[in-house]
């Protein structure tokens, strides 16, 4: 750690809080900092970087807001996960999402995740499609347990994603179906709503296993849909409420 930290000059003195940010983001980036890597004591660094403490102390703020680093309980401070869950925070921090907005995402999870449907039916590998009839067989006996399939649900799209073998289709398409979860949590307590996506997991897995594109598009917007309004139920019934 503190070998690649060396190999950095120090940071220019103009804005320096701002500099020692793009720093470490540079470091991130070009991987000498890792997700999961603890950053060094904060004395250290500050050495290393060669600004004061104080500027240290708001660049790493203005980091963990971003969501890029994470302070762990017990002490430290290290790079998160990178996660869309991750940076999403401020984005979602910023994008209110409301009735108006709602069809937008819906819109923009038509278009992208319906592409991805297409491919991954082209590309899936067998072992994908056994991944996904395990989810499936799984999330049968999870139907009274909310999170627990949220989370199957969360691994089944992540799986149709990653057969398409690109990694920014993973992570744009991960990163619109973080935006709506909160709603979501909500929606997955409603009656029938679990049972129901369930059904339509089962139709997007037989297209798949098919190999057929057009099926399993039209099986994923189906579901798409399904999602679009019983959210947008979920988030009638929490304006009542409120």
Same mark, same amino acid.
């Given at each position: 750690?503190?070998?690649?930290?060396?190999?950095?000059?120090?940071?220019? %003195?103009?804005?320096?809080?701002?500099?020692?940010?793009?720093?470490?983001? $540079?470091?991130?980036?070009?991987?000498?900092?890792?997700?999961?890597?603890?950053?060094?004591?904060? /004395?250290?660094?500050?050495?290393?970087?060669?600004?004061? %403490?104080?500027?240290?102390?708001?660049?790493? %703020? +203005?980091?963990?807001?971003?969501?890029?680093?994470?302070?762990?309980? +017990?002490?430290?401070?290290?790079?998160?996960?990178?996660?869309?869950?991750?940076?999403?925070?401020?984005?979602?921090?910023?994008?209110?999402?409301?009735?108006?907005?709602?069809?937008?995402?819906?819109?923009?999870?038509?278009?992208?995740?319906?592409?991805?449907?297409?491919?991954?039916?082209?590309?899936?590998?067998?072992?994908?499609?056994?991944?996904?009839?395990?989810?499936?067989?799984?999330?049968?006996?999870?139907?009274?347990?909310?999170?627990?399939? /949220?989370?199957?649900?969360?691994?089944?799209? $992540?799986?149709?994603?990653?057969?398409?073998?690109?990694?920014?289709?993973?992570?744009?398409?991960?990163?619109?179906?973080?935006?709506?979860?909160?709603?979501? /949590?909500?929606?997955?307590?409603?009656?029938?709503?679990?049972?129901?996506?369930?059904? $339509?997991?089962?139709?997007?897995?037989?297209?798949?296993?098919? /190999?057929?594109?057009?099926?399993?598009?039209?099986?994923?917007?189906?579901?798409?849909?399904?999602?679009?309004?019983?959210?947008? $139920?979920?988030?009638?019934?929490?304006?009542?409420?409120?």
């Amino acid at each position: 750690m503190m070998a690649s930290l060396e190999a950095y000059a120090p940071v220019e %003195r103009n804005s320096v809080a701002e500099q020692v940010a793009k720093r470490l983001l $540079e470091m991130v980036r070009n991987k000498s900092l890792k997700p999961g890597d603890q950053l060094p004591p904060e /004395r250290e660094l500050a050495t290393y970087l060669q600004v004061s %403490r104080p500027s240290l102390r708001e660049a790493l %703020r +203005g980091l963990q807001i971003l969501g890029v680093l994470k302070m762990r309980q +017990g002490g430290g401070i290290y790079v998160s996960g990178l996660e869309a869950t991750d940076l999403l925070g401020p984005l979602q921090f910023l994008i209110t999402l409301d009735s108006e907005n709602l069809g937008s995402l819906h819109e923009s999870r038509q278009m992208i995740d319906g592409s991805i449907a297409r491919m991954a039916a082209e590309r899936i590998q067998p072992a994908q499609i056994a991944s996904l009839k395990v989810l499936v067989e799984a999330q049968k006996d999870l139907l009274n347990d909310p999170l627990a399939f /949220r989370i199957a649900d969360t691994e089944f799209h $992540e799986t149709i994603a990653a057969a398409t073998g690109n990694p920014f289709l993973v992570t744009i398409s991960h990163s619109l179906y973080v935006l709506g979860m909160e709603y979501r /949590r909500v929606a997955a307590l409603s009656p029938g709503v679990l049972q129901r996506s369930l059904v $339509e997991h089962r139709a997007i897995v037989a297209a798949l296993a098919a /190999r057929d594109p057009d099926a399993t598009v039209s099986a994923m917007a189906a579901h798409l849909t399904s999602v679009h309004e019983t959210t947008l $139920e979920a988030m009638a019934h929490t304006s009542r409420e409120d």
